[in-house]
Nanobody, 124 residues
Framework: QLQLVESGGGLVQPGGSLRLSCAAS????????IGWFRQAPGKEREGVSC????????YYADSVKGRFTISRDNAKNTVYLQMNSLKPEDTAVYYCAARPGAIATLGGRDYDYWGQGTQVTVSS
């Protein structure tokens, strides 16, 4: 059974950092592009970052560029999202998603498999 499990969310003060993890089971992430998405209450889901399965190309939403970094460790079958300089507007449930193939996009509809999400709250 293909499964993605996010972890690492929590409560952090503005300016702080968190590292989210997305661990896969039941399949090998090597051949999947991975995306991170978030959804805040009352708002639409937003693509945050993604990474290809081939050359490791990465993409970021303008709202997180320069603050977030996506990476993958295929040996651990895990993708990470390092989030620095967090702002209150980063508060949301964060999801990782996988799509077979090399091409990574920030469009949620392109992804086939989703995790259950992890809450990130940025507040003083």
């Amino acid at each position: 059974q293909l499964q993605l499990v996010e972890s690492g969310g929590g409560l952090v003060q503005p300016g702080g950092s968190l590292r989210l993890s997305c661990a896969a089971s039941g399949f090998t992430l090597d051949y999947y592009a991975i995306g991170w998405f978030r959804q805040a209450p009352g708002k639409e889901r937003e693509g945050v970052s993604c990474i290809s399965s081939s050359d490791g190309s990465t993409y970021y939403a303008d709202s997180v560029k320069g603050r977030f970094t996506i990476s993958r460790d295929n040996a651990k079958n895990t993708v990470y999202l390092q989030m620095n300089s967090l702002k209150p507007e980063d508060t949301a449930v964060y999801y990782c998603a996988a799509r077979p193939g090399a091409i990574a996009t920030l469009g949620g509809r392109d992804y086939d498999y989703w995790g259950q999400g992890t809450q990130v709250t940025v507040s003083s």
